[in-house]
T-cell receptor, first 112, second 112 residues
């Protein structure tokens, strides 16, 4: 069966510090991968998606970047965090086509 | 599109009553629809899906109804329980698109 792992669960970082959030998927190959951000009490905002190794599409201009160094690994990064980067970050994978997404457990990022 | 900046609408339901959560979708070309449940501090979880060649699909205590004429999707939860308290998101997938388009979400509160 397929599983998705996302870590860390919570993170408190100072303004201006770097960020690296990692997401890995097991039990499938060539998944579509996604990074979402969710502000408290708000909906889901798509940040990045990837349909293959090294292929990254950005949905919104921002202080963050994403990379996919391996087929089942998706990394969200920042060189210098801003206060506005605080939020709940979710990684997800899908097969594409008429299939839903499976989400990770999320990372609560607080920038102080 | 995604209503990520709006506060979530809230639905309060008495425990034991049926809940109906509504969603208006945006793209008449969408042929696949999904409902997700997100409990506090967790990632969204798949509840039920429906393809556009159907107008109703039932799961365990849940029913999804699709009205393509008015682009409306609803989720019915029978005999609502305290564990149903969560935010519920609808999502649509336009044909030949990799990403889901997410609704704003509805917060379901169960009154004892």
């Amino acid at each position: 069966s397929q599983t998705i792992h996302q870590w860390p669960a919570t993170l408190v970082q100072p303004v201006g510090s770097p960020l690296s959030l990692e997401c890995t998927v097991e039990g499938t190959s060539n998944p579509n991968l996604y990074w979402y951000r969710q502000a408290a009490g708000r909906g889901l905002q798509l940040l990045f998606y990837s349909v293959g190794i090294g292929q990254i599409s950005s949905e919104v201009p921002q202080n963050l970047s994403a990379s996919r160094p391996q087929d089942r690994q998706f990394i969200l990064s920042s060189k210098k965090l801003l206060l506005s980067d605080s939020g709940f970050y979710l990684c997800a994978w899908s097969r594409g086509g008429n299939y839903g997404y499976t989400f990770g457990s999320g990372t609560r990022l607080t920038v102080v | 599109g995604e209503s990520v900046g709006l506060h979530l609408p809230t639905l309060s339901v008495q425990e034991g009553d049926n809940s109906i959560i509504n969603c208006a979708y945006s793209n008449s070309a969408s042929d696949y629809f999904i409902w997700y449940k997100q409990e506090s501090g967790k990632g969204p979880q798949f509840i039920i899906d429906i393809r556009s060649n159907m107008d109703k699909r039932q799961g365990q205590r849940v029913t999804v109804l699709l009205n393509k004429t008015v682009k409306h999707l609803s989720l019915q939860i029978a005999a609502t329980q305290p564990g149903d308290s969560a935010v519920y998101f609808c999502a649509e997938r336009p044909d030949s698109n990799y990403q889901l388009i997410w609704g704003a979400g509805t917060k379901l509160i169960i009154k004892p």
